[in-house]
Structure formats: structure tokens, C-alpha cells
């Protein structure tokens, strides 16, 4: 029986609209981006049976959000907290909380998510830095990675501790850069403060830089505060951390790389990272690939940097759709 837990969002949004019945998801539609309606509407078309258990339970949970931001708007933030916490109790009206504080985050600088990163990039450039740091941490992080990568060295530093650092933000201060940048976008932060940036939010943009900017930024801010870079670092995934994969994830993994990225990502990686891949190739396959290693040279660093991201990237994919776990304890993994 299927779980709530293995729900994805995007089905969840067909389950809402699907149960809306077609006048009112119509209207819904309207509010909706082109890609937003497409996405959706294959969900929709493609939805299997749900146990109606796991219906309900959506269905609540997008009851209780949309409650909640009524009662925000209507009564501000304290009068939604008392009224909230004397109909559902403490617990469930500050989970009821959580959700509604996510989903106006993702609904402020909506148009910096839509926006070119190089256009994006004309905007901020020549911002404070701690403005810029407050805009990439409400973008895509693909467009923040992007962005820190054109930047000058120093004003890069800058931006990634900055952004690292950043717990809190203001509405008003939110409000104001958001008029600044695009005043026709209202903005709909109703909160006492919202969680942005932060060190989780960084790892993850700089998992998605090449790796020459990774290597700039963590020399820069290792040199400015250790503490800081290491607690980033810890919460990244790279390429010779596959050594902390347990062989179920590194099976899931092989089956989905190129072999031609896989040979030449080996070629410059360590004898730890290789032995770690060869112990879960059949044998076969561990023949042909060291054979292919072996024959590989004059591999520029480029190239293996770009192999070995590229199959980061479809490990955090993977890690994304649940068929692996990323683990950095080292504690699982099998390396014969």
C-alpha cells in the first residue's frame, strides 16, 4: 500500500487539482505557469489508483495550508498563531506554520526563478554583497551556482560566506530588494522572518559549480573561517566522497553513467575512489573499464573534472528520487 511519504509533490498537485473537479481547476490553472499547467496536467493524465487514505491525507494537508495563509493574511501573524494553536494545538499549528512559511518563500522573487541567469547576473552584479547574497538564496541554486562563477574572486568570498551565514531575513527588507528589482512582483512574505540562504542551501549551489570555482571558494573562505568552509563541506557531495556510498548506491549509480565519462572521471581520481567503483562492477565490466583507464592519456584535468561532475550530478539526481541515500558517515560502505 502506497504511503503518503512516497507521494511527490508534483503528484500531490494532481491529486489537489484532480479532486478539485475541472471549473475549479481551471481557475487554478490560471494562476499557473505554462510549464506549471503541462507538468500537471501529465501527472494528471498518467495518475494511478490512490488508497483513499493517502487522498485524504493530501487533500488535508492542502486544507491546512491554505487555512493557515488565510488566517495570516486576514489576522497577521500573532492572531494566526492563537487561533491556530486553540483549534489544532500547539504541535500541529506550528507544523501547520512550516508548511505555509515554505511555500510563501518559494512564492517571493518568483520572477528571479524564471529569469536568464545572465539577466539575472546584469541585476546583481553591482549590488551590496549582502543583497546579492539575499537574491541567490531565492534563486534556483543552478542560477546561483552560475552566477557565483561569473562574479570577480573577491566579491564571490563574499557572497558564499555571506550567504552561508544568513539565518533570517526581514519582510520589510525582503519586500523593499524584491520592489527594487522587479516592482511589478507584490510581495506575499507575511512572516516574522523566513529561513534563507544558509550553509545547507550553499553546499548545495556549490555542488553544482565547476570545479575549478569550488576549489577558489573553499581555498578563500578556508583561509577566512575554517569553521565556516568545513561545515559547508560537510554538507556537500563530491566526487571522491563515493567512497562513503554503500554498494547499493554505487550499483544504482553505474547503471546510469556513461562509461566513457565513468573511464576518464577514474583516470583522475584516487586509488581509494577507483577500488571503491571496480568492488561493485561485475567482472566483466571491471575488466573493460580498467582496460579503457589503462589506455587513457594525456586526459586533461578539464575533462575529468567535468566527467566527475557529471556523474555527481546523477548521483544527487538518483538521491533526489529515493533510490539512493547520501551518506557522509563512511559507516555502510563496502570496499573489497
Known sequence: ?????????????????????????????????????????????KMDYWPMEVVEGVLNDFYEMCLTQKVISEGGVEYAREVLEKAFGQQQAAQMFEKITKQLKAKSFAFVRKADYKNLLAIVQNEHPQTIALILSYARSDQSSSILGELSKDLRIEVVERMAKMDAASPDVVRSIEATLERKFASLVTMDSMEVGGVNYVAEVLNSVDRATEKQIFDELTRRDPMLAEQIRQRMFV?????????????AFLKEVDSKDLSVAIKGSTAEVAEAIYANMSSRLKESTQTDVQYLHNVKLRDVEEAQQRIVAIIRKLEDEGVLTISKGGGDQVIE
Open 1 to 45: 500500500m502506497a504511503e503518503r511519504a512516497e507521494i511527490t509533490p508534483l503528484q500531490k498537485a494532481a491529486l489537489v487539482i484532480s479532486s478539485l473537479g475541472a471549473e475549479n481547476a481551471s481557475s487554478v490553472f490560471k494562476s499557473l505557469t505554462d510549464e506549471e499547467i503541462e507538468m500537471i496536467t501529465l501527472e494528471v493524465a
Open 239 to 251: 566526487f571522491e566522497d563515493i567512497i562513503s556510498l554503500d554498494s547499493l548506491a554505487i550499483q
